[in-house]
């Protein structure tokens, strides 16, 4: 056993010398209140929080601010323990991995179907839509939102059934916001993919329009594959002037609602909210279509990692209007989820401020509070934190389809059609809304 676990360390440090220094720390942070000091050392830039839920969170902290995280912690009376000496080593294995699967598989900048089984960057997904494009014919249009900072297009493909005549529920689903989460890019172009090809999904696609965004921060995502110290990039990759030292605006706080609340104005931080709301050119080109859109009836964001499916608000603990509403669909997500992992893949429901502290200039809480869309949500993908955002390729596949299965429940509730229908003879006027 000894063995085994020296192989381990000696090949640990193999990988990480092959990047010359030593990565960052991932730290298990625990007891009451830890939510408050650690935003507090966010916000200056010492931790970055990778997840949390009540009783406990994990940050990822550089070597260089360890000794001054370590004591601010200690003077909060806040216990903490290193859980990875150094994440490197294994966002290497992930890289060689990953590597090898494009030099056979893939071939960049040409459409053609993807699969679900790896994770994919940028080209990969450009490809993908290119070759959803051309397949769907009338079924599929796609727009741009916005052009990068580094020129890249942020698409927002919309997939409609032109033979079915209404009224149709509109479902807008946001990917990919938060570049390290390469989860939710995964599940968002799945759905995208059932969609089109998979008749399961037709008459889902009869009773609702579809506006899908796989990559809203396309400038973090390819930035998070371009080498083990960027596979940990969060935010867009704007230039903050100071020296090109700290780059980019957290785009999920960056929407023009309760701008401010629990995000950082430190550019350093990993939670910087951007000198002004809508600042970026990826929050304001969505913004604008989703406007344009009009009368969206379910806007879900995917992020990862925790299992939680949250709705708003996330400025306020305050239980929002339609809570009860909201947590009945939030339910039938999680119910279809259970059920088609085998009770494997269990989801918390609640409000986001209650159950992870008070953020805002979230894409949730902007489309609740200023375009009114009734049922919205940010559901964190698995897992539940033992590899966070480096989930292990095994679980994409069986990851977006319990993912996509628990949507084609929620949006068949909303628009009664497909299994999870409401009873029609029964109940004629039971609308959710309206
Ligand atoms: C989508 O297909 C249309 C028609 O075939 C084409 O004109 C358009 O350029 C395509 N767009 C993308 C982004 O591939």
């Known amino acids: 056993m000894w063995c085994v676990v020296v192989v381990c360390v000696a090949l640990a440090a193999a990988a990480s010398s092959v990047t010359a220094e030593a990565g960052p720390q991932v730290w298990r942070v625990e007891a009451p209140g830890h939510h408050i000091v650690l935003r507090s050392l966010e916000n200056e830039g010492l931790v970055d929080v990778l997840g949390s839920v009540t009783s ?17 912690l200690s003077e909060a009376q806040v216990e903490h323990k290193v859980e990875v000496e150094d994440v490197l080593p294994l966002i290497e294995q992930e890289r060689q991995h990953i590597r090898h699967k494009r ?13 679900w089984t790896s994770f994919h960057d940028l080209d990969d997904i450009e490809g993908f839509i290119g070759w959803l494009n051309a397949t ?28 079915s005549p209404g009224p149709k529920k509109k479902v807008w689903i946001e990917g990919g916001i938060h570049a390290r989460e ?28 579809w506006y899908m965004v796989p990559v809203a921060n396309p400038d973090g995502y390819e930035f998070s594959f371009s080498s083990p110290r960027a596979r940990m990039w969060r935010k867009n990759r704007r230039n903050n002037g100071n020296s090109g030292q700290c780059r980019g605006v957290d785009l999920n706080r960056n929407w023009d609602f309760k701008w401010g609340v629990g995000a950082s104005n430190n550019p350093c931080s990993e939670t910087y909210m951007g000198p002004l709301a809508f600042s970026e050119p990826e929050t304001r080109g969505l913004q604008f279509l989703m406007s344009s859109v009009r009368d969206i009836d379910l806007f879900i964001t995917f992020h990862s990692f925790g299992q939680t499916i949250l709705y708003p608000w996330g400025w306020t603990r305050t ?6 509403q909201l947590k009945r669909l939030a339910k039938k997500f999680a119910d279809t989820v259970r059920e088609v992992s085998g009770g494997s893949t269990d989801y918390e429901i609640g409000g986001s401020g209650p159950l992870y502290g008070l953020a805002s200039g979230a894409t949730d809480d902007w489309t609740y509070g200023v375009l009114g869309v009734p049922y919205s949500y940010t559901i964190e993908l698995p897992d539940q934190g033992t590899y966070g955002f480096l989930l292990p390729e095994n679980r994409v596949s069986s990851t977006v389809m319990e993912t996509a299965a628990g949507v084609h429940c929620m949006v068949g509730f909303l628009a009664n059609a497909g299994q999870c229908a409401r009873r029609r003879a029964r109940n004629p006027h039971n609308r959710i809304f309206g």
Do not use: C
């Open 103 to 115: 030099s056979t598989r893939f071939t960049q900048n040409v459409a053609q179907p993807m699969d």
């Open 319 to 324: 239980a929002p209007a339609n809570s009860r």
């Open 136 to 163: 769907g014919g009338p079924f599929v249009q796609v727009a741009n939102a916005a052009t990068t900072q580094e020129g890249h297009k942020v698409l927002v493909v919309r997939i409609t059934d032109p033979n």
């Open 56 to 72: 406990h969170s994990k940050v990822l902290v550089e070597r260089s601010a360890k000794e001054r995280v370590s004591r601010a």
């Open 182 to 209: 390469w989860i939710s890019p995964a599940v968002t172009s799945y759905i995208m993919y059932q969609l089109v090809t998979n008749p399961a999904w037709q008459e889902l696609l009869q009773v609702a329009d």
